[in-house]
């Protein structure tokens, strides 16, 4: 009768290590391809983030060159306005200048904007790029509990590790959708 019950409470417990070792698989399978396909989005944010912040180098370095050519032209009217010569011509020379720097300081406000716009679509794209690498921490971090449920067989640690897979799937789910979910003091941690 011993062997009976002992035979019994075995396969009790094996049914229910197999019930909590299928759920594990499940729960590894979609956190891993969720993980998957956030790490490509992911990827092609830090593309964007890359190429918007080569365009903000480039206009403020065209601002630059504006303001450099503003200046050569600020010095050359003002030695013309303090030259010897005042005949027709030297007035017309400060009217070209006068002309040129009104130009230049016209195409550096443009160009400004252009830049600071730049800037401005790297820090928004960087938020996102945050949340993807707190989605791809998180599901690691459940993927290593599953693991470890596994070998222990601990329900508790099954639906942890459930949780922290859940919040990087909800993390990399609104990152998706642009929903701004900015841990600030997980990022202070992690950055």
Same mark, same amino acid.
Request: net charge negative; hydrophobic share 45%.
């Given at each position: %009768?011993?062997?009976?019950?002992?035979?019994?409470?075995?396969?009790?417990?094996?049914?229910?290590?197999?019930?909590?070792?299928? &759920?594990?698989?499940?729960?590894?399978?979609?956190?891993?391809?969720?993980?998957?396909?956030?790490?490509?989005?992911?990827?092609?944010?830090?593309?964007?983030?890359?190429?918007?912040?080569?365009?903000?180098?480039?206009?403020?370095?065209?601002?630059?060159?504006?303001?450099?050519?503003?200046?050569?032209?600020?010095?050359?009217?003002?030695?013309?306005?303090?030259?010897?010569?005042?005949?027709?011509?030297?007035?017309?020379?400060?009217?070209?200048?006068?002309? &040129?720097?009104?130009?230049?300081?016209?195409?550096? !406000?443009?160009?400004?904007?252009?830049?600071?716009?730049?800037?401005?679509?790297?820090?928004?794209?960087?938020?996102?790029?945050?949340?993807?690498? %707190?989605?791809?921490?998180?599901?690691?971090?459940?993927?290593?509990?599953? !693991?470890?449920?596994?070998?222990?067989?601990?329900?508790?640690?099954?639906?942890?590790?459930?949780?922290?897979?859940?919040?990087?799937?909800?993390? !990399?789910?609104?990152?998706?959708?642009?929903?701004?979910?900015?841990?600030?003091?997980?990022? &202070?941690?992690? !950055?």
């Amino acid at each position: %009768m011993n062997d009976l019950t002992d035979t019994i409470q075995e396969s009790i417990e094996h049914s229910k290590e197999s019930k909590l070792n299928s &759920k594990i698989a499940i729960m590894v399978a979609v956190s891993a391809t969720i993980m998957a396909i956030c790490n490509i989005k992911d990827g092609n944010i830090v593309q964007a983030m890359s190429q918007a912040q080569a365009h903000s180098i480039d206009s403020w370095s065209y601002f630059q060159a504006k303001s450099t050519k503003q200046s050569i032209a600020e010095n050359s009217l003002e030695l013309l306005k303090i030259g010897i010569r005042k005949d027709q011509e030297t007035a017309n020379q400060i009217k070209r200048y006068d002309e &040129k720097i009104l130009k230049y300081e016209k195409e550096k !406000g443009e160009i400004k904007i252009k830049a600071e716009s730049f800037e401005k679509e790297y820090e928004d794209l960087n938020v996102f790029d945050d949340q993807f690498d %707190m989605t791809e921490a998180f599901i690691s971090i459940a993927i290593a509990m599953f !693991g470890v449920t596994a070998l222990t067989q601990k329900k508790w640690l099954f639906y942890f590790a459930s949780a922290v897979s859940i919040s990087g799937m909800a993390m !990399g789910l609104a990152a998706f959708m642009k929903i701004s979910v900015h841990l600030e003091w997980v990022s &202070k941690i992690l !950055g």
